[in-house]
């Protein structure tokens, strides 16, 4: 065993407080999370959702199982009847408005995984494998969180972050515009990335934040927009249904919102481009894909951006 060193000069300083996940598995990112549980599992397909992240291919392709896409209602609901035998459904908690659909699709298809990319503070229900991706939530370079009963039989790499913070501490010191190819490099480097242990780094910084307090800020930013915008907003959201969202999806038949936001310096996500390559400009992806505004209600923001947020998106409807 190596020796401990004592003395010397300082590591990044940071809080050590717990992992809201502590007892998950720790890994490098959400899809090979995924790919994580379909090496434990002797599943033969999968169902994939066409409104997804293309990314989510990634871990099928790589195991070499079957996929097939499914669509959702406007509820969010898969419209699938019934899954094979020794298949499985990625059922995904949509904004983090979904935890009752969670329990919907587990009840109807028995063999689910869940994908809580966009709720990190949803629990798993029962026994299902579960897992979380930490920089959708959080100022962190990578790292996922999984759920998971079975473990892989095989020895995994820890993770190394070193590479992947510059576009965190660009937009810290710089701002975001300064940042942002950095982010989009970082974004793009975690294709064919094999299972890695979480980094050190990143397991560091998710043990210094403060969930409660993100957790609160994020809860009443949204009810927040949700008390301006229900009354317009296309989507019914269900508030039993929520632990902690991601952002306020807020859906609006109207063309050109999202770039007059993002000129107001709004930043807007579209989720996913991918999804038009892959349904009928008809379809509810499709729709939600153009139409959906995900409205930003992190920890960072306070009421006077809220305000900001409506008055330009009132000015422009
Ligand atoms: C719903 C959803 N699931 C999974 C992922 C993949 O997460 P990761 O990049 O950590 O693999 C994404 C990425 O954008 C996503 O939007």
């Excluded at 959702?49 to 209602?73: A, G, Q, R, W």
């Excluded at 939600?288 to 992190?298: F, G, S, V, Y």
């Amino acid at each position: 065993m190596s020796m401990k060193p004592i003395g010397g000069y300082f590591e990044l300083e940071l809080n050590k407080f717990s992992e809201y996940h502590k007892d998950a598995i720790a890994l490098n990112t959400a899809r090979n999370a995924l790919e994580y549980v379909l090496r434990t599992s002797e599943y033969q397909k999968i169902y994939i959702p066409y409104y997804t992240c293309d990314v989510m291919l990634e871990p099928s392709k790589k195991v070499n199982i079957e996929f097939e896409f499914y669509h959702i209602d406007k509820g969010f609901l898969p419209i699938v009847e019934a899954i094979e035998n020794n298949a499985v459904l990625l059922y995904t908690n949509y904004f983090g408005i979904c935890d009752k659909l969670v329990e919907v699709a587990a009840r109807k298809f028995s063999r689910v995984i869940v994908d809580n990319t966009q709720a990190f503070y949803s629990l798993p229900v029962n026994s299902i494998s579960t897992f979380y991706s930490c920089r959708k939530f959080f100022g962190v370079p990578d790292g996922s969180y999984l759920y998971c009963a079975r473990s892989l039989n095989q020895e995994l790499e820890t993770d190394l972050s070193e590479g992947r913070i510059s576009h965190l501490i660009k937009r810290l010191e710089q701002g975001a515009e300064e940042g942002f190819a950095y982010f989009r490099a970082n974004d793009a480097s975690f294709v064919g990335q094999p299972i890695k242990r979480m980094s050190k780094l990143t397991q560091a910084l998710m043990m210094s934040i403060d969930y409660e307090r993100i957790k609160k800020r994020r809860l009443e930013n949204f009810f927040y927009l949700h008390n301006a915008l229900k009354d317009i907003n296309e989507i019914r959201i269900d508030l039993e249904s929520i632990t902690c969202p991601m952002v306020y999806p807020f859906l609006i038949n109207k063309e050109g919102i999202r770039n007059a936001l993002i000129n107001r310096k709004i930043f807007v996500a579209q989720y996913w481009p991918n999804v038009m390559e892959w349904v009928d400009p008809n379809s509810v992806e499709f729709y939600l894909t153009t139409h959906l505004l995900p409205l930003p209600i992190d920890q960072r923001i306070d009421k006077s951006d809220l305000d900001r947020i409506v008055s330009n998106l009132k000015n422009y409807l």
